[in-house]
């Protein structure tokens, strides 16, 4: 639930009602380009965490978080659909637009020639699904508090006109459901672009990694050193730390490198040879 908007704006209270209880209370409402969550959005944080957005219990999470965290795991989300129509003969045109069922099924919205064997590929492959359920989730979260800040400001200015334009954002009304359309183009049927390995995340590159073994690009085998430098151990706790909410950025060719010459130094040239391979997938 969406409490506040915190930023360039004097807060005001806001008479809420309640259906429940009956009971009229009073709510501080503020605008800018920060969203608050409640109490409640604590169970949120691994959700937040999977989609790549930081988010601390009790704290904010800015919308431009939760854009980018939008942005990144939207376009993961349509590179690995598009693979997944690749591998199964899903042809493309016509376009694929999918949405969600009444009971979170991804479904597609439409005629298509191929719509049964799509969604059976979904019921199939529930992690898909359920990325698919976490990106709408996400989406409609950015909508909703994008329409919160307007309405923030407009209260300033008439509180009448602003709970007439957005009531919809309290009684839940006029929610459009969401929607992904697969084109011809999409992200997963071209040549993956080579990304920047000298400024990525550990996440950056595990998502990277497992795109390319779902597309069949890479090989389980080929992996295994790309797995390796997506684990990190505190040197404080000596646990390992979790990459979905580690925002350090590395130079991933810089370490194939030195672990190249410390396997060597050991004598280790299986390892070193491991590495080896990966430095030239990362460079070619």
Known sequence: MIESVQGGYQAQ??????????????????????VSLSDSGRLMSSFFSGLG?????????????????????????????????????????????LTTDGEGGVRVKGDHPQKGEIEALFDANPELANDFRAVSGLSSLVDAGEEYVDF????????????????????????????????????????????????????????????????????????APFLGMTVKISAETGQPVDAATDSERCDFTAMARQGVDGALSRGDDALAERLRSALAIMEA
């Not at 008479?15 to 409402?29: E, L, T």
């Not at 919308?63 to 598009?82: F, P, T, V, W």
């Not at 929610?175 to 992200?187: H, M, N, R, V, Y």
């Open 13 to 34: 209270a806001v008479q809420r009602y309640s259906p429940s209880s009956g009971a009229i209370s009073a709510q501080s409402v503020s605008a800018g380009d920060s």
């Open 53 to 97: 957005v930081d988010f601390a219990p009790g704290g904010g999470v800015s919308l431009s978080d939760l854009e980018s965290g939008l942005e990144r795991k939207q376009e993961q989300l349509e590179d690995d659909i598009a693979a997944l129509f690749l591998e199964n003969g899903i042809s493309r045109p016509p376009e694929v637009e």
């Open 152 to 223: 923030a400001a407009l209260y300033q200015q008439d509180p009448y006109a602003a709970v007439a334009r957005y009531g919809h954002l309290f009684n839940g009304e006029g929610d459009e459901a969401f929607s992904l359309t697969i084109g011809e183009s999409a992200a997963g049927e071209k040549a993956a672009a080579s990304p920047d390995f000298s400024d990525m995340t550990r996440q950056d590159l595990f998502d990277w990694m497992n795109n390319e073994i779902r597309s069949g690009r890479m090989t389980l085998d080929e992996s």
